[in-house]
């Protein structure tokens, strides 16, 4: 299903508003909503799926403007929604998944054929006759995916599904629900904080604040190269740096950070104030300059302010006149006896700074 919005608007209370000049989802895309709490993503999310009315503007769906109460019915059969809480009732697993079948007059073989082959689908088959009290979050989150994809609905929403959930099951869950949608070559749209979910289900991400659309593109793109200070300083909180621009080649611009000279590409003239974005991703550690990539244009020595395990990853947290953080695998670090005080050289590519002009 292919959703277009023109010109929205919603009102809450008179304090927040949500306005929306164009939107589309494409069919059979995944977009995601990303943007800090008060963003309007899930409002936004709400009038998509005609669970609320907005105060002005046009919602089509595959080219059609509901235009009464039947149209509005009929529209709900063909879209499903999954929110944070799993909203299960009382009964198996089964009666659950079931259920929207029944209502939608399916026969009892045809019934218990798809409810069979989408708890396979989201690896909970052998739970078909469990009550839902004794499931797990884990095997709930489960089910409650299975129900909204048995009926192959055409657009599906999701409100930050899988937030409760931990990091190792939550992966699983993504990569079965991924495949899901697919199946049923539905379009889907979903809203999470989660930027590790977004690069995982999105063809395209939608960066919001203020109740407005700011940008959209990849997720590589918006996450790593955002146009707006906003979602820069979203997206942005491992290296985000405030400098001025102090002479610029062409596309090389020098930027003054505190008492540091870091060199970056970008569109910014001399004078400018300026916020740096780099990965911790692309900094490279090492005991020496000759250690370091001939083609890095940022060689800054720096002390050791402290190590942190998370996984395969070691994050390494740097001052060099500004704080730096550097992700590096656990055997680089072991080869680098990185320890708390000790000096260590950062390197990184003038390419992997993303700059934006502020103001």
Known sequence: MEIVVKNLLFEYDRHFSLDISNFTVRNGEIVSLMGPNGAGKTTFLLLLSLQIKPRAG???YDNKLPACSRDILNLRRRISAVFQKDYLFNGTV??????????????????????CNYLELFGVGHLAGKRVRELSSGQSKRVC?????????????????????????????????????GHVKASAVFVTQDKTEAFLMSDRLVFMNGGRILEEGTPEDIS??????????????DNLLSGQVAEK?????????????VFGVGDADPGDEVLVML???NVVLSKSIDENSQSARNVIYCDV??????GSIVQVELLCGFRLRASITRISAEM????????????????????????
């Open 279 to 281: 990965s911790p991703e």
């Open 249 to 261: 080649e062409k596309d090389l611009i020098k930027i003054r950070i505190k008492n540091q000279v």
């Open 58 to 60: 046009e919602i089509y």
């Open 305 to 310: 302010l402290d190590i942190k395990d998370v």
């Open 94 to 115: 089964f009666d659950n998944v079931a259920y929207p079948l029944k209502i939608r007059g399916f026969g009892n073989s045809e019934i218990k054929r798809k409810v």
């Open 336 to 359: 680098l006896d990185l320890r708390p005080g000790g000096r260590v050289t950062a390197s990184f590519k003038a390419s992997a700074v993303h700059v934006i002009k502020r103001g």
């Open 145 to 181: 995916l299975a129900r909204s994809l048995v009926y192959s609905p055409e657009v599906i929403f999701f409100d930050e599904p899988t937030s409760l959930i931990d990091f190792g099951t939550k992966e699983e869950i993504l990569s079965d629900l991924k495949k899901a949608i």
């Open 224 to 237: 790593f190269r955002p146009m707006s200070v906003e979602a820069a300083t979203f997206f942005g909180k």
